[in-house]
């Protein structure tokens, strides 16, 4: 049965679409199978998915693309779940109703944050809506610059946040433009080590889950930020 990773923020341009790809893209060259579905009316993991048809073939982009709007995500989540490993949910910001129903069907949500105070304060809706419905989150700092003091002061304010921090790099955006990603174009590159890192958390996630429902114990713990 698939993990349901759905990437929110009502926050625009938190890095929503750029995590979703980059993640998708690390999980399938892990040998997963792969479900995007993009439920955001902009659409841009649909023109990034194009892109990369045309650039490897439709067929063969080592995912399976899904448009549609948020409130048929449930169903299409349900139909999904038997044929893939993942699948990974890109959710439109300042819509609360489709960012509620893309966060209902999820085992885990991820939540790109910059470090900058109005980014902060908007995470708190996302997270409040994660938490009313109890699914685990990981909320994860996106164009960290390092050694701020800046993004240490938000941290701080940050509950569930991953180890692994993305750091302010041409190269996220670059590779999209290609309908690739940092892991496929530069896989030695610093992009691509925090993609893999951050992927590693994720998988950690779920195991952890599938240990607990072995054997139950506490795991909600507060992480802390340590700038590079
Ligand atoms: N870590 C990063 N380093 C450099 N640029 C980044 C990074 N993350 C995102 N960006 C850039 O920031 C912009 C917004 O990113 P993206 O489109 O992924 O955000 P979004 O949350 O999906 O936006 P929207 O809310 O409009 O859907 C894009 O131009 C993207 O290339
Ligand atoms: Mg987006």
């Known amino acids: 049965m698939a993990k349901v990773i759905t990437v929110a923020q009502q926050k625009g341009g938190a890095g929503k679409t750029t995590v979703a790809a980059h993640i998708a893209v690390a999980l399938s060259q892990k040998g997963n199978r792969v479900a995007i ?13 194009k892109i990369r048809e045309k650039k490897l073939g439709e067929g063969y982009t080592g995912l399976t693309f899904n448009s549609l709007s948020g409130w048929r995500v449930g169903s ?40 900058s105070p109005t980014d902060l304060w908007a995470t708190k809706a ?56 940092a892991t496929e174009v530069e896989p030695a590159s610093a992009a691509a080590k925090e993609i893999k890192d951050l992927v590693k958390e994720i998988e950690k996630v779920f195991i952890e889950e599938e240990d607990e429902e072995d054997a139950p114990t506490s795991k909600a713990r507060k992480k802390s930020f340590a700038p590079a």
């Open 37 to 49: 579905i993009d439920i955001d009316p902009q659409g841009s993991l649909g023109y990034w998915h």
């Open 126 to 181: 996302t997270l409040e809506l994660a938490k009313n419905e109890k699914i685990p989150v990981k909320v994860v700092l996106n164009r960290v610059a390092p050694n701020s003091r800046l993004t240490q002061t938000i941290a701080d304010e940050l509950p569930e946040l991953a180890e692994t921090t993305l750091g302010n790099r041409v190269l996220f955006a670059a590779a999209l433009m290609e309908g690739r990603t």
């Open 76 to 115: 299409e989540v349900s139909r999904l779940r038997k044929q893939c490993d993942y699948i990974i949910v890109d959710s439109p910001p300042h819509t609360e109703t489709e960012a509620r129903t893309a966060i209902r069907s999820a085992d885990l949500i991820v939540i790109p944050v910059q470090p």
